[in-house]
């Protein structure tokens, strides 16, 4: 539900993009209110359609005009949501019901083994059935639960004991003075501890790593990269020998530079990190790369300088596209900016299309110069590498993923390459790759 206030400009597609990206085809109520004051106001209506709005919705609060029609919309609308419809056994309701009453009694959370308490005593006594519960009450909304090690024991039932939690902490005047830095110590003075007791900290910490919100330095600190500062720092940069690649985004969220800038946090070179981009560098690639993201243009610049460029351009557009994998919807399309007028750009998908069909040569419209096609694709990929470089890519891939499994990997590299030989420039097995390559790690950790 989209509410908007009928007294001052709203940035109404912004706010249906934002939606979109992280609900996709959600049904969506958009309400335009406080019509007492400014009755004349409207959207037009059909520009909007594309957005899978529901219902269009006027109201005043305040006297109370509408709240009928939007109580019917809602109730129209909500036997859309696919989860709504969903049939469950009558012991899950049970189980349901009575995680909600300790909710409404004041709990915020409980251990693992009381929800098992809690199951066992509704007669739901298989394992597999008791976590196929859990995360379905986590899809609805109603627990908060993870399987990792540090936050499996926490099952939150109140999701505003969270949300608040969270909130309190990247909005902190002292987080803000202090240009994104969070000391663990400061917990106890940011946060009720009657509500957050400090047998709890860590677990909010272990969350916002969770939820990609921010990454720990050293013991003591956590960086949140939407609290760091907006103006950009003086550094120097090779940009004249730089790749030069860029993502046009048809709305691009804040969260993919800071989740980019979280992932990546391990290459940051001197601490040159502000709220829209990063400067990161690799010591085995020898290379140094600046990504910053423009919110006018809605586009992502992406300049790589060094000895392996090119393989340090592969992963990082393998963590931006695993990123994007992870919205409802997200229109990205990736873009080569020509090497001698960079501020015009060619479709990277196009540039392979016409490699595929033998065309040796492209010409931009409006252009009399003409580019080979496998020397702007050779800005990008090395048809030189070998099973060693590919290794050393997968290898730094794998640090950014985290403790992953070599199957959860696999689906990772999958999903977000579709097996794409040209994402690495070379025709190649890259299952084989990543199962050579822990079947090595996993030979290293039987000896030691």
Sequence with gaps: MLVLDSRREAKTDYWLKHIQSFGDKSPIILVINKIDENPSFDLPRQPLQKYNIAHFCRLSCRTGEGLDALTQAIQQTLPQVELVQTHFPPRWWQ??????QFS??????LSYDHYLDLCRQHEITSESEQQTLIDFLHDLGLVIHFDQKVLRETNVINPKWLTEAVYKLITAPQVIQQQGTLFTRQL????????YPSHKHDYLLELLKKFELGYAVGADQFLLPNVFPVQEPTFSFDYTHALHFVLDYDFLPKAVMSRFIVRMHQDIQNNLRWRTGVVIHDQKFDTTALIQATDSSKRLHIYVTGQQ???????????????HHSFAKLTVKEKICLPDNPEVTV????L?????QGIATYTPEDSDTVYHVKDLLGTIHNPQANEAEMLLILRKIESVLGDKTEESVLQNVNDVIKINPNFFGIE??????IRKLWGRRNNQRSKA
Excluded at 104 to 109: A, I
Excluded at 352 to 356: D, G, R, T
Excluded at 428 to 433: E, I, K
Aim: charged share 30%; hydrophobic share 45%; net charge neutral.
């Design 188 to 195: 106890k003075d940011l946060l009720d501890t009657r509500l």
């Design 347 to 350: 479709s990277y998908t196009h």
């Design 104 to 109: 409404t009694q004041g709990r915020d959370f």
């Design 309 to 323: 460029r090119r393989d340090y351009l592969a992963i990082i557009l393998f963590v931006l596209r695993d990123i």
């Design 352 to 356: 392979l299309n016409l490699e595929k």
């Design 428 to 433: 190649v097995d890259v299952n084989a790759l």
């Design 95 to 100: 189980v349901k019901t009575a995680l909600e």
